[in-house]
């Protein structure tokens, strides 16, 4: 479906829309090529899964060999059916599957699901070649897929299943309001859908989407956010294509007030990766999609289990005001271990209120001691109903926004006023159950889920959710009215005009003059052919001044050695020229030398890496770090897609671990953090503008000067793409 996000007239270029999967998901009609009785074979469980799933719309099982199948007509292909279907399912051997699509095609049939394997999954050359292939005619047909080598979908809702697995045998769990995505089968099927609902959840839709050709994740999980059903979408990610559609998925996902939830495979495979330039070298790609989630405020976790235990907080859409949380129990012991652990999780326990004192005294005469978390103890044992009514009172404290209230063993009466309190509440109540209830045996966790509440049954998983959580309502807040507006004096021709004139390598000059078309400044320089044009620029510069090799061949000039610094007088002019290209021709004897870049000598700040690296899935990332000597021991540094405003990249500056360093210490004053944050900003934006024709981008050193100074690009290189 269309995203429901308005795009400002500066975001165009890389604008995305979701196909419409209406009919997908609620077929009118559906037809099953490779349609069979024999439940060993895939084919067969499918047909078997569909029919006793309740699918209330037409079944056309298409097999030439038979003429019923399940008591239901079968037809011998496509062309031979008596109505045009909205969906088709595919089990064929994969060098069949392409004229099942042309079939397809010829039809108008706007959907297929291929559940044939044999394609890009082995491998194999010319598996893959098949697979591109396929794609390839289903655009030339008009024809959208999902798979190959899927597992199918669920819809709960509509009561359509297209799928083989084992998962939903037996009766029909009731529809629920979490949609789950991924491209395995059995993690998404098994995992995160049947233990769910094992757990008391209710899910309304459920995808496998396998190789993911044509239509993929994101395109599912945009229709689960259209869906009036469906409250919070879970997505089991391997890899992730489209970093634009992301970025357009998260964007409907903020619009609609439904949170994305993912857990990502592959951590461990990533790391950094090898590149020419600093910035590059330093990107790992885990930790550039793990920035990346939490710019678009997807919420990652670590484990299947945690997306639906999240999930069970979220659901019920209210989120805390702030990380300010209480916590009530007659287990000091319990309290204790959640107190520790959620300190440890960034969850604050506030002071209550005067107020809140006063009332818990007269509730609970003899009790003394209110500190948070709040340990009733024997004043509150065997007297009914008082512990709800504690809980409550705390829960309506100004300065409580989240409530954890903490049972063991319980009657069902103080089970049961604790869920009532957790209805009628506007704040995220989560219950901590580590016992059960001493009176009733079929009020158990699992039934309290269902009524919609959260609950939780051991203190890690409790704090880890709730974390989630309020740092998702804290991106929420942080969004509301935020605009991205192109900053003024951004030239693109200018650069385009650098671009097209530039080969591959555009170094430390040019990059510079291009960086300066989009206002960020740069160091006084001039380009030197000559040691006479050297003294020359010297002396119109002032000493004293840097002197630098410029040339494409030679990346990093440190490397060579031709580099000069406090360059002073025209004697000294003249022998730091010519030690310069003697440096490097010793260097890179074949190196081609446009000259010799006379310097300004900057004044003394705060070096930061600033610069642009190519995510294979994300596209263009913009990186910020501490610079110089830095670099590579402490490897402290930030990662965001862009575009940036200036208030998002300042957020991203105070966001380093080094930050106390900018803000001034042993003696140094602070730095000038508002010109660091337009240049990155500034730097967003060219990325943002450029990142198909630009591969990386190096600014290394951007000096921070203290107070209102400024920052000024002392080097710079740009690589463009192949």
């Known amino acids: 479906m269309m995203t429901d996000l308005p795009t400002p007239t500066d975001l165009t270029q890389h604008r995305v829309e979701f196909v419409n999967l209406e009919k997908f998901f609620n077929p009118k009609s559906i037809a099953f090529i490779g349609a069979t009785e024999d439940l060993s074979k895939f084919g067969g469980r499918c047909m078997r899964q569909m029919i006793d799933f309740g699918f209330a719309g037409q079944i056309y099982p298409i097999n030439p060999k038979r003429d019923k199948v399940f008591g239901l007509t079968c037809y011998p292909s496509l062309g031979h059916l008596p109505t045009r279907p909205d969906h088709v399912g595919i089990v064929l051997p994969a060098a069949l599957v392409p004229q099942a699509i042309r079939e397809c095609g010829q039809l108008q049939i706007p959907f297929a699901t291929v559940f044939s ?106 229709f689960m956010l259209d869906s009036k059903d469906t409250k919070v979408v879970l997505i089991l990610a391997e890899h992730i294509a489209n970093g634009h559609k992301l970025k357009a998925l998260a964007q409907k996902a903020l619009a609609k007030g439904k949170p994305l939830v993912m857990v990502k495979a592959g951590k461990t495979a990533a790391g950094s990766k090898a590149a020419a330039s600093h910035t590059g070298a330093l990107t790992g ?104 009514k504690a809980a409550e009172l705390i829960l309506n404290d100004e300065n409580v926004d989240t409530m954890i209230p903490v049972l063991t063993i319980a009657n069902s009466a103080e089970i049961n006023a604790l869920a009532e309190l957790s209805s009628n509440s506007t704040k995220p109540l989560v219950m901590l159950w580590t016992g059960c209830a001493s009176d009733d045996p079929e009020l158990t966790p699992s039934s309290l889920i269902a009524q919609g509440h959260a609950v939780f049954q051991d203190a ?29 004096g951004l030239d693109r021709d200018a650069v385009q005009g650098i671009l097209n004139a530039s080969g591959p390598v555009i170094s430390e000059h040019v990059a510079k003059q291009l960086l300066s078309h989009y206002g960020i400044p740069v160091s006084q320089e001039h380009l030197a052919k000559t040691a006479s044009e050297a003294i020359q620029f010297a002396k119109q510069l002032g000493c004293p001044v840097a002197l630098k090799i410029s040339s494409p061949d030679i990346l990093h000039k440190t490397e060579s050695g031709a580099i000069r610094l406090n360059v002073l007088g025209d004697s000294g002019v003249q022998i730091a020229f010519d030690g310069v290209v003697q440096d490097a021709r010793r260097y890179k004897p074949d190196a081609a030398i446009e000259g010799v870049l006379v310097q300004e000598m900057a004044p003394k700040g705060v070096e930061m ?82 990142q198909e024709q630009i591969q990386e981008i190096d600014v290394n050193p951007i000096i921070v000067f203290s107070g209102a100074a400024g920052v000024k690009v002392i080097d710079a290189l740009i690589l463009k793409k192949k």
């Open 460 to 488: 890690l998983p409790c704090v880890k959710m709730i974390q989630k959580v309020q740092e998702y309502a804290d991106f929420v807040d942080r969004s509301k009215g935020h605009q991205h507006t192109r900053p003024s």
């Open 285 to 388: 790609e885990d930790a550039v999609f793990d920035a990346a989630l939490k710019q678009l405020g997807i919420i990652r976790v670590d484990d299947y289990s945690e997306l639906y235990m999240v999930a069970s907080i979220l659901r019920r859409g209210r989120l805390p005001k702030s990380k300010r949380s209480a916590a009530i129990s007659i287990s000091g012991g319990n309290l204790v271990m959640l107190a520790d652990l959620g300190s440890a999780h960034g969850i604050e326990w506030p002071a209550y209120s005067h107020e809140t004192h006063h009332q818990l005294s007269e509730l609970l005469p003899g009790f003394s001691s209110a500190e948070n978390p709040t340990d009733l103890t024997a004043a509150a044992i065997g007297q009914a109903g008082k512990f709800a």
């Open 117 to 222: 394997a044999g394609f890009a999954e082995t491998a194999q050359p010319q598996d893959v070649q098949a697979q591109v292939d396929l794609l390839a005619l289903a655009r030339e047909c008009g024809v959208r897929i999902m798979g190959p080598n899927c597992n199918g979908m669920i819809n709960f809702v509509d009561a359509f299943a297209l799928t083989s697995t084992a998962t939903i045998n037996g009766p029909k769990k009731k529809a629920g309001d979490i949609g789950i995505v991924g491209q395995s089968g059995g993690a998404s099927q098994v995992n995160v859908m049947w233990r769910a609902q094992q757990l008391g959840l209710g899910v309304s839709y459920q995808v496998s989407c396998g190789n993911s050709v044509d239509l993929d994740m994101l395109d599912f999980a945009a």
């Open 609 to 690: 890496l600033m610069g642009m690296s190519s995510d294979p899935s994300l596209g263009g990332i913009v990186s910020l770090g501490l610079g110089g000597i830095f670099v590579e021991t402490l490897k402290d540094i930030t990662h965001r897609l862009p575009p940036l405003s200036e208030e998002e990249a300042l957020s991203a500056i105070q966001s380093l671990k080094g930050i106390d360093i900018l803000k001034g210490t042993r003696g140094q004053g602070p730095s000038d953090l508002h010109a660091l944050a337009s240049a990155y900003s500034r730097l967003s934006w060219l990325v943002y503008d450029f």
